[in-house]
């Protein structure tokens, strides 16, 4: 079975008892067993953070919602940023860092919607890539409030994820992309989070957002 087909069945399984988060531990203890493959694993950082020209120098701590196999935090921790990774997945965390034995990035398993107090005391850059999208519509609003919530005064949050036309909505999912009305909700007036750019990029096949927001 294709990787994508593998994880939507697992998804649709674990999506029929209620359970939106359930099915991640799973899909990486069969990936380690060679059973499937894990499509995001692209053994580096995602070319929209790579590419990202950022805050011109790193100038604190670092958090990557969502981690899994660690290529985006370890970018970040060798630019400098003293860099926590969490997932909700314990086998990812664990994969990570067997991958990165020595590394100076704090791996966590944790859970976005109810993360520990080293988390939620928040960050000066959040990275969410390919997380809000990886849960379902109905999570959404909740999602990018709780990834908006790490994000300390006068921090910055980048936001990559796969892009939808208004309208376009599908139902089979994951991914459930974003419209670019659903990116730039991660902007929110009472917690002073104020949208910096949205970058659409359209290549081949491939749709995508790029979102800088500051606090
Ligand atoms: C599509 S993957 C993207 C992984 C990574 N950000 C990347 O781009 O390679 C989504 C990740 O979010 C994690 N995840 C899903 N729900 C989560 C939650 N509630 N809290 C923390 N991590 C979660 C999954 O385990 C998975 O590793």
């Known amino acids: ?99 990165f034995p020595g590394s100076p990035v704090q791996y966590v398993a944790a859970d976005l919607f109810d993360p520990p107090p080293s988390i939620a005391a928040g960050f000066d850059l959040v990275v969410e890539s390919l997380t809000v999208q990886a849960l379902p519509p109905s999570y959404r609003e909740r999602a990018v409030g709780a990834v908006r919530a790490l994000v300390r005064p006068g921090g910055t949050l980048l936001v990559i994820a796969a892009a939808a036309d208004e309208g376009e909505r599908s139902e089979e999912g994951p991914p459930w992309p974003l419209t670019r009305a659903e990116v730039e909700s991660f902007a929110h007036q009472a917690t002073g989070l104020r949208l910096v750019s949205v970058e659409e990029f359209r290549e081949g096949g491939s749709h995508r957002w790029r979102a800088q927001f500051s606090a």
């Open 1 to 99: 079975m294709e990787p994508d087909e593998y994880i939507r069945a697992l998804a649709a399984e674990s999506l029929a008892r209620d359970d939106a988060t359930g099915w991640w531990d799973t899909l990486y203890a069969a990936a380690g067993e060679g059973v499937t493959e894990i499509p995001w694993d692209r053994g580096g950082p995602h070319a929209l953070l790579a590419s990202w020209p950022g805050p011109a120098e790193p100038r604190g701590s670092a958090v990557v919602v969502g981690a899994g196999l660690g290529g985006d935090a370890e970018f970040l921790a060798a630019r400098g940023w003293r860099t926590t990774a969490f997932d909700i997945s314990p086998t990812a965390i664990a994969a990570a860092k067997a991958r």
